[in-house]
């Protein structure tokens, strides 16, 4: 396994414990700790560092450029950590997650072992995005010359995958971080009757648009002054934006910053409406976390991915225009005035797509996936 320390990836790699297969991780950021929740797997982590020499600490808060020279000569390239334990380990098998990270970078060692299988993972914007800019694409090309095999998290990225070269075969379309544990989560579920809450995911950055659903809710301020707003995850162009006379009249709007998945579902759990907005993603994990705890979606939808999951006005509302509030208070309005609608709608998620994100269903699946790759090895 090879990613960048990330949740995403810990809740992925948990489905295959007690699996028998010996699992290895080479972080490639290097994040500098053992993660005790994946403890099952052979971590290579501390790497990036030759020498933890005295005072470095005191030296790096008080000689910024010094520290910076210093670390020039201390560090170890990813490329020779990665070439040094792939010669320890010898992997039958190499599963990378997201392209840039952990794909590109050790392309040219997996290029001379052709025999060795090769996974990959994308992650949010990996190729939707990164598709129009012509060094990226370059790399991306490079990379599906050489793979094997694909999972994703949206139909869209296999068919972009095709698009640009990749000839090997595709494993299956999962939640990116595996399934969701349902039976632990039903207990932060409302009734629809005690939901007074709208929810906003928090990101404005280069791909999340948060500021447009403020717009569109300061827009329709009226209609929602009975709800409770809350925007979680808000970053800091987030809270600059908000520092604003206008907003404060918006009494009923909260801003919460970082927290926690299990916060998240929470706060799912008592939503009414759940809104995601953003110019690029894969399938967002937040709007199938917002399905299983019965928050009904207003979601956008950039390359159809959430089209995937979510039937305009039928189980959820699709932001075809993220960048556009007017359009975004029209279906929270619309969304607010139609009780029937969003009761109908939650139930068809709860009836037919929560079961399909528990987490035992998906890991079943993903092994099966593993046990297809495991089956052409060739020893």
Same mark, same amino acid.
């Given at each position: 396994m090879v990613s960048v320390f990330s949740n995403h990836f810990f809740n992925w790699v948990l489905q295959l414990k007690g699996s028998g297969h010996e699992v290895y991780w080479f972080d490639v950021n290097d994040a500098n700790t053992h993660v005790t929740r994946i403890d099952f797997v052979i971590q290579t982590v501390k790497w990036k560092r030759k020498f933890d020499y005295p005072g470095r600490q005191w030296i790096k808060k008080n000689f910024f450029v010094l520290d910076k020279f210093i670390n020039r000569l201390n560090q170890r390239k990813l490329i020779d950590a990665f070439q040094q334990k792939f010669d320890e380990i010898q992997p039958d098998v190499i599963h990378s997650f997201e392209m840039y990270s952990s794909c590109v970078p050790i392309l040219k060692i997996i290029k001379k072992h052709p025999k060795i299988k090769w996974i990959y993972s994308p992650w949010g914007t990996d190729l939707f995005y990164y598709q129009n800019e012509a060094e990226k694409l370059k790399g991306i090309k490079s990379v599906f010359n050489r793979l094997d095999y694909m999972f994703a998290d949206c139909n869209r990225d296999s068919l972009i995958a095709r698009k640009y070269g990749f000839q090997g075969e595709y494993l299956g379309t999962f939640p990116g971080g595996g399934g969701y544990e349902l039976n632990s989560s039903n207990s932060w579920v409302y009734e629809f009757q005690n939901r007074k809450t709208i929810l906003v995911k928090g990101y404005q950055n280069k791909f999340g648009r948060c500021n447009n659903v403020l717009e569109a809710l300061l827009e329709i301020e009226h209609d929602i002054k009975?709800?409770?707003?809350? *925007?979680? =995850?808000?970053?800091?162009?987030?809270?600059?934006?908000?520092? $604003?006379?206008?907003?404060?009249?918006?009494?009923?709007?909260?801003? *919460?910053? =970082? #927290?926690?998945?299990?916060? *998240?579902?929470? /706060?799912?759990?008592?939503? /009414?409406?759940?809104?995601?907005?953003? @110019?690029?993603?894969?399938?967002?994990?937040?709007? /199938?976390?917002? #399905?299983?705890?019965?928050?009904?979606?207003? +979601?956008?939808?950039?390359?159809? =991915?959430?089209?995937?999951?979510?039937?305009?006005?039928?189980?959820?509302?699709?932001?075809?225009?993220?960048? $556009?509030? $007017?359009? #975004?208070?029209?279906?929270?309005?619309?969304?607010? +005035?139609?009780?029937?609608?969003? +009761?109908?709608? @939650?139930?068809?998620?709860?009836?037919? @797509?929560?079961?399909?994100?528990?987490?035992?269903?998906?890991?079943? +699946? *993903?092994?099966?996936?593993?046990?297809?790759?495991? =089956?052409?090895?060739?020893?």
């Amino acid at each position: 396994m090879v990613s960048v320390f990330s949740n995403h990836f810990f809740n992925w790699v948990l489905q295959l414990k007690g699996s028998g297969h010996e699992v290895y991780w080479f972080d490639v950021n290097d994040a500098n700790t053992h993660v005790t929740r994946i403890d099952f797997v052979i971590q290579t982590v501390k790497w990036k560092r030759k020498f933890d020499y005295p005072g470095r600490q005191w030296i790096k808060k008080n000689f910024f450029v010094l520290d910076k020279f210093i670390n020039r000569l201390n560090q170890r390239k990813l490329i020779d950590a990665f070439q040094q334990k792939f010669d320890e380990i010898q992997p039958d098998v190499i599963h990378s997650f997201e392209m840039y990270s952990s794909c590109v970078p050790i392309l040219k060692i997996i290029k001379k072992h052709p025999k060795i299988k090769w996974i990959y993972s994308p992650w949010g914007t990996d190729l939707f995005y990164y598709q129009n800019e012509a060094e990226k694409l370059k790399g991306i090309k490079s990379v599906f010359n050489r793979l094997d095999y694909m999972f994703a998290d949206c139909n869209r990225d296999s068919l972009i995958a095709r698009k640009y070269g990749f000839q090997g075969e595709y494993l299956g379309t999962f939640p990116g971080g595996g399934g969701y544990e349902l039976n632990s989560s039903n207990s932060w579920v409302y009734e629809f009757q005690n939901r007074k809450t709208i929810l906003v995911k928090g990101y404005q950055n280069k791909f999340g648009r948060c500021n447009n659903v403020l717009e569109a809710l300061l827009e329709i301020e009226h209609d929602i002054k009975d709800f409770e707003i809350i *925007v979680f =995850a808000a970053t800091e162009e987030v809270l600059k934006f908000v520092d $604003n006379p206008i907003f404060n009249k918006m009494k009923n709007l909260r801003i *919460v910053g =970082a #927290i926690g998945r299990e916060e *998240v579902l929470k /706060l799912m759990g008592k939503s /009414l409406l759940y809104i995601g907005n953003s @110019i690029s993603d894969g399938m967002p994990n937040t709007l /199938l976390e917002a #399905i299983i705890m019965g928050a009904f979606p207003i +979601q956008s939808n950039p390359g159809g =991915a959430s089209a995937e999951i979510i039937e305009h006005g039928k189980n959820g509302y699709l932001i075809e225009n993220p960048e $556009n509030s $007017n359009e #975004i208070a029209v279906l929270i309005k619309k969304a607010i +005035q139609n009780t029937g609608l969003l +009761q109908s709608g @939650i139930t068809f998620n709860s009836d037919y @797509i929560k079961p399909k994100l528990e987490r035992d269903y998906i890991k079943e +699946q *993903v092994l099966k996936s593993y046990a297809l790759v495991e =089956a052409n090895l060739k020893f």
